[in-house]
């Protein structure tokens, strides 16, 4: 948990697929503690698991 005075930037991200294996994920890195959007992107996946949906909005955006 960050301190309410915390300065500096948070990423959040997530992913999700479908049984057919299309799927897409996001991420969003704030600058706090304004909760200023600094960069957010969307990715479409052709083929994935729920996990690998989920991990790749992170791996893509580091």
């Known amino acids: 948990m960050?301190?309410?005075?915390?300065?500096?930037?948070?990423?959040?991200?997530?992913?999700?697929?479908?049984?057919d294996g299309f799927g897409g994920a996001a991420c969003i890195l704030w600058s706090l503690p304004s909760w200023e959007i600094v960069a957010a992107t969307g990715h479409f996946l052709e083929k994935a698991t729920v996990n690998e949906a989920e991990y790749s909005g992170l791996v893509k955006d580091m």
């Not at 005075?5 to 049984?19: C, E, P, Q, T, V």
């Open 2 to 19: 960050l301190s309410s005075n915390y300065i500096g930037h948070l990423l959040s991200f997530d992913g999700a697929a479908k049984r």
